[in-house]
């Protein structure tokens, strides 16, 4: 499988493999996020990219899959958050999404080794920190996420998504009255 890397001023392309093998990991989908991707997955060809850009630009075809773009990546989520009025919120871009992720399993009691391993951080388990601080290197060698587990995991994710959902259905006529910079509009604007 190749991967698409982009690293600013060090360049950008595809590799053979991910970074490191801490990038290498199976992680549980919610029942959402496994629909999501199957709709993106529908009419796309096995050597395909799943995650692409919009198509339709300099020597790209409209409705092509093509390279995504951490610059794109980055519009899109910015244009969401202001779509869903998060204007106020201190949002960094992107990797917002991975401490949100591990606030709600934290939030959810879910062990921080659990954690960190469905985040690939091995870091911590070299140093012997496997457990939030607590724990060993050995330890870290002889406990895995096990099924039942990764079913809490889903259970917490699937019950913050549909309390976000909820919230984002509440906020919609707010977006819809004002647009998402304060400014009335007339039509309703997907979040």
Not at 47 to 70: E, Q
Not at 92 to 120: C, K, Q, S, Y
Not at 164 to 175: D, G, K, N, T
Request: with cysteine; proline share 5%.
């Amino acid at each position: 499988m190749e991967v698409r890397y982009d690293a600013g001023k060090f360049g950008s392309g595809y590799k053979d493999r991910p970074k490191s093998d801490a990038s290498i990991r199976l992680v549980p989908l919610a029942g959402p996020v496994a629909e999501a991707l199957a709709r993106r997955l529908d009419g796309c060809p096995p050597d395909g990219l799943v995650f692409c850009g919009p198509g339709g630009g300099y020597k790209v075809a409209r409705g092509t899959r093509s390279k995504l773009s951490i610059g794109n990546y980055r519009r899109i989520y910015d244009r969401a958050a202001a779509r869903a009025s998060l204007a106020g919120l201190d949002l960094h871009g992107p990797h917002d999404l991975r401490h949100t992720f591990a606030t709600w399993l934290e939030d959810a009691g879910i062990l921080a080794r659990v954690i960190d391993e469905l985040m690939g951080h091995c870091a911590a388990r070299a140093a012997g920190r496997s457990d939030g601080g607590h724990g060993s290197l050995i330890g870290a060698a002889y406990r895995h996420v096990t099924p039942e587990m990764q079913r809490r995991v889903l259970a917490a994710i699937d019950r913050c998504l549909a309390t976000s959902q909820r919230v984002a259905a509440r906020l919609r006529p707010q977006v819809a009255q004002h647009g998402h910079d304060g400014q009335s509009s007339g039509a309703a604007q997907p979040l």
